[in-house]
């Protein structure tokens, strides 16, 4: 089950954060306090078109997820560190920032100070 707020979403718990824009590390922070992280999509396919049928397919509609940059690793991680995979998806690494984002049913990058919607993930509750 998923805790109040969040929603199954490409077998994923999921809370899609639309009312108030933030920085990804305001967004993250927000994802930590609710005792979950900017989501790490584990079926990439499924997660864009996921939010593709949500409707969140216009640039409105762009929102952070969880891969950021790292210049030690000279790697785009995760927040659990894995590598982030660019045969995973479409990916456009070629923009600007250092942090990931959906939008218009892709994956590209962004200024992490961009003020943008976003989702949390939280792991799901065992019975």
């Known amino acids: 089950d998923c805790p109040p707020t969040f929603e199954i979403i490409a077998h994923?718990?999921?809370?899609?954060?639309?009312?108030?824009?933030m920085n990804r590390n305001q967004a993250m922070?927000?994802?930590?306090?609710k005792g979950g992280e900017l989501?790490?999509?584990?079926?990439?396919?499924?997660?864009v078109k996921s939010l593709v049928d949500r409707g969140y397919v216009h640039l409105e509609n762009?929102?952070?997820?969880?891969?950021?940059?790292?210049?030690?690793?000279n790697a785009m991680l995760w927040?659990?560190?894995t590598k982030v995979?660019?045969?995973?998806?479409?990916?456009?690494?070629?923009g600007p920032g250092n942090c990931l984002k959906y939008?218009?049913?892709?994956?590209?990058?962004?200024?992490?100070?961009?003020e943008l919607m976003f989702i949390?993930?939280?792991?799901?509750?065992?019975?």
């Not at 989501?39 to 997660?47: E, G, W």
């Not at 762009?62 to 690793?73: P, S, T």
């Not at 949390?120 to 019975?127: L, M, S, V």
């Open 12 to 21: 994923q718990c999921l809370q899609i954060n639309t009312k108030e824009k």
């Open 29 to 33: 922070q927000y994802c930590q306090q």
């Open 39 to 47: 989501v790490t999509p584990i079926d990439m396919d499924l997660f």
């Open 62 to 73: 762009a929102m952070w997820i969880g891969g950021q940059f790292n210049f030690e690793e």
């Open 79 to 81: 927040p659990d560190g």
């Open 85 to 94: 995979k660019e045969d995973e998806c479409n990916f456009n690494l070629n």
């Open 103 to 114: 939008s218009q049913s892709e994956v590209l990058l962004e200024t992490c100070s961009e």
């Open 120 to 127: 949390c993930e939280i792991r799901f509750i065992e019975k």
